[in-house]
């Protein structure tokens, strides 16, 4: 910890923010547990724990937390050193390395009990489609469209769905939801990344994410299953009840992180501590290296930053996703997390090239490269999109910045 006036802060603004996390949501019992991470640079202006991770124990700050879509980032950053080494490239069509999609058509009609009814793409999906979610794919929890039900029918949601090479397979038989490269729509894109990733090195994609970006980084507590000896440091997870707030989701006594997952999901299957994570942030923040250890140039994470929507323009041009974790005004998507292309559009005080991502049970953080603020908040609650608590601290912490 360093002293928050010393990096830019006002200290009694800053420790507002804990205090109305408590007051709103952990003492109404509308959020388990809440941890907090402010820095600047390398450095850290706030930490805060607050609530129990089990019953009659307090959340410690070693909590391994389920991350889910905040794998995200960190498969992306896998995939774009794959680039870097000349192994792949953004323009490449997708079907080059997995050739069973090359006849993959557009929805047109069917679905359920008829056969699907399809068209020829205007565009081969392109790598670069699977990066920013432009890929015509989609997420089953979604339900809007035949499409997702589909992917309900196969079982394809993240960790407990099919191994990679399966659920390529399955989707070779579903078609796309929109012609790839027209629009936005939140999807298992990166869980595709991952399988790529497989095919690509040769190896499962534990051990890529290991070899490539958490070991070294030394993030060692961010795997895709919790070791045993690690177990009692999982918090409760629970999922929003309309009467009585919570309900128990995934016991951290028995969680299901602590056995093998059947799908290694590069989308969502991770679990992490706010130490790890900061140190991924502070990677990112400084330009792709750490501690002395490059993961990516500083270019290559200057394109990822940047806003890669067709045509340009925010996600109220593009979006046809029922649920993201970002909201559409400002937001532009680059390769691998949302960015801030108009702060004013938010609503919410930051910087315009911030990014950021978040996962489905209410983790989330952001980086500001104008600012040189890393923001990392974890809990155990799913939906994310239950409560604005992001966007409630991001703005109190803004207000904090002298």
Not at 60 to 81: G, H, N, W
Request: aromatic share 8%; net charge negative; with cysteine.
């Amino acid at each position: 910890m360093s002293d928050p006036a010393d990096l830019g802060f006002n200290q009694s603004l800053l420790e507002r923010i804990p205090v109305h996390i408590r007051s709103k949501y952990l003492e109404s019992q509308c959020l388990p547990h809440a941890a907090l991470l402010i820095g600047r640079g390398h450095e850290v202006a706030h930490l805060s724990l607050q609530g129990e991770a089990r019953p009659g124990q307090p959340l410690a700050q070693d909590a391994i937390f389920r991350i889910a879509s905040m794998t995200k980032p960190i498969t992306s950053v896998a995939f774009m050193q794959l680039v870097e080494e000349g192994k792949i490239a953004l323009a490449d069509p997708v079907h080059r390395i997995i050739p069973e999609w090359k006849n993959l058509g557009v929805f047109v009609s069917g679905g359920g009990n008829q056969p699907f009814v399809t068209r020829p793409t205007s565009q081969p999906m392109r790598m670069v489609d699977l990066l920013r979610h432009t890929s015509g794919l989609t997420y089953g929890f979604q339900e809007r469209t035949p499409i997702d039900a589909a992917y309900r029918k196969h079982k394809l949601e993240a960790f407990a769905g099919p191994d990679l090479e399966e659920f390529v397979r399955i989707l070779a038989g579903i078609p796309l939801q929109f012609d790839p490269g027209t629009s936005w729509n939140y999807s298992i894109s990166t869980d595709i990344l991952g399988a790529i990733l497989q095919r690509v090195d040769n190896k499962p994609l534990d051990q890529i994410i290991a070899d490539r970006v958490t070991g070294p980084l030394g993030m060692d507590d961010t795997h895709f299953q919790i070791t045993e000896s690690k177990l009692d440091r999982v918090p409760d997870c629970y999922v929003f009840h309309p009467t009585d707030k919570m309900k128990m989701y995934d016991p951290g006594a028995t969680t299901a992180w602590g056995r093998p997952p059947s799908q290694l999901s590069g989308g969502g299957g991770m679990a992490s501590t706010l130490a790890d994570y900061h140190r991924f942030c502070r990677m990112l923040l400084n330009g792709g290296t750490l501690d002395g250890v490059r993961i990516l140039g500083r270019k290559t994470l200057d394109l990822m930053i940047s806003n890669h929507l067709p045509g340009g323009g925010d996600l109220t041009k593009h979006s046809k996703a029922l649920f993201s974790e970002a909201e559409n005004a400002g937001a532009g998507f680059g390769l691998g997390f949302a960015t801030t292309i108009d702060s004013a559009a938010t609503g919410v005080p930051g910087s315009n090239n911030d990014f950021y991502w978040g996962g489905m049970f209410s983790t989330a953080f952001f980086v500001d490269p104008v600012e040189d603020i890393i923001m990392i908040f974890m809990t155990q609650l799913m939906p994310s999109s239950t409560y604005p608590i992001r966007r409630e601290i991001k703005t109190m912490l803004y207000a904090a910045v002298e």
